[in-house]
T-cell receptor
Framework: RKEVEQDPGPFNVPEGATVAFNCTYS??????FFWYRQDCRKEPKLLMS???SGNEDGRFTAQLNRASQYISLLIRDSKLSDSATYLC???????????FGAGTRLTVKP | GAVVSQHPSRVICKSGTSVKIECRSL??????MFWYRQFPKQSLMLMAT?????????EQGVEKDKFLINHASLTLSTLTVTSAHPEDSSFYIC???????????FGPGTRLLVL
């Protein structure tokens, strides 16, 4: 079983749609959780951290469910510029030990 | 702040040659640097972690004699792929952090194609 699993997609949605991604992790001792965004042929960039209480940043909402060992990312009012691959990242001890999911590809269409 | 660069951004080489990739932290001193590899449609896989002045720590399954890592200064780490083969073709990404356990800042990646 992979340490971090994501639905690879692709998710094809129209502009303005709401889309949600889930990610599951296998290590119950995991400490920190993040969503990264990776554009084609580019490096990953931090989108947001994920906290137990859930957190929101504009159109993006992230939630963590420790009991079920999954995290989610909700994107509201999708924009064309949101098209990218979204990577779920989990660390078990500190930021030295980042484990990446394979990513979920999102395409927002006009 | 916290900018990391990589050079070259893209390299094509013949099978059997060695390729060196540089990773630099431009505006901060990076005690720890990481090297990842990403095959198409797959996740980033950590290859090794290096601390300045120390030998790199390699992940299981990564050959240390094939992937030579040098972290001689607080702003530069190099990855040398020795005797490259087509199966080494991949996207190599480095990251750097101020100190162990701190936030990693990623470089733009190097795309390697071995013919």
């Amino acid at each position: 079983r992979k340490e971090v699993e994501q639905d690879p997609g692709p998710f094809n949605v129209p502009e303005g749609a709401t889309v949600a991604f889930n990610c599951t992790y296998s290590n119950s001792a995991s400490q920190s959780f993040f969503w990264y965004r990776q554009d084609c042929r580019k490096e990953p960039k931090l989108l947001m951290s994920v906290y137990s209480s859930g957190n929101e940043d504009g159109r993006f909402t992230a939630q963590l469910n420790r009991a079920s060992q999954y995290i989610s990312l909700l994107i509201r009012d999708s924009k064309l510029s949101d098209s990218a691959t979204y990577l779920c990242v989990v660390t078990s001890y500190n930021n030295n030990d980042m484990r990446f999911g394979a990513g979920t590809r999102l395409t927002v269409k006009p | 702040g916290a900018v990391v660069s990589q050079h070259p951004s893209r390299v094509i080489c013949k099978s059997g040659t060695s390729v060196k990739i540089e990773c630099r932290s431009l505006d901060f001193q990076a005690t720890t640097m990481f090297w990842y590899r990403q095959f198409p449609k797959q996740s980033l896989m950590l290859m090794a972690t290096s601390n300045e002045g120390s030998k790199a720590t390699y992940e299981q399954g990564v050959e240390k004699d094939k992937f030579l890592i040098n972290h001689a200064s607080l702003t530069l780490s190099t990855l040398t792929v020795t005797s490259a083969h087509p199966e080494d073709s991949s996207f190599y990404i480095c990251s750097a952090s101020f100190s162990e356990g701190e936030t990693q800042y990623f470089g733009p990646g190097t795309r390697l194609l071995v013919l």
